[in-house]
């Protein structure tokens, strides 16, 4: 059973850095997409930033330059490293996995339908 646990969200000012960490178990599969996402009240679920297997990464728009998506492999962890955090960046950041030909093919596409495992969240919040 793949399982996946976020932690590292906390309360910052704006200017502040924070990591974020993703402890992934029961997931083995050697192609993979593995993703952020976030979600702030009354809004839709966003791509953050992805990972996939053939070592390539995308990030959004909004947080390019300032967010930063790494693995390590020997911790089975995944990464989000945020800096200059803005209040604009306060959410709920949930990571994600797959191993299949849809979610791998449509990794940087930051489609939240396409993945099928998903960590509970952790809370970022930034203020100004």
């Known amino acids: 059973q793949v399982q996946l646990v976020e932690s590292g969200g906390d309360s910052v000012q704006a200017g502040g850095s924070l990591r974020l960490s993703c402890v992934v178990s029961?997931?083995?599969?050697?192609?993979?997409?593995m993703a952020w996402f976030r979600q702030a009240p009354g809004k839709e679920r966003e791509g953050v930033a992805s990972l996939r297997s053939d070592g390539s990464s995308g990030v959004a728009d909004s947080v390019k330059d300032r967010f930063y998506i790494t693995r390590d492999n020997v911790k089975n962890t995944l990464y989000l490293q945020m800096n200059h955090l803005e209040p604009g960046d306060t959410a709920m950041y949930y990571c994600a996995v797959d191993s299949r030909l849809q979610g791998i093919a449509g990794c940087h596409q930051h489609a939240a339908r396409l993945l099928r495992h998903w960590g509970q969240g952790t809370q970022v919040t930034v203020s100004s």
């Open positions: 029961g997931f083995t599969d050697t192609k993979y997409c």
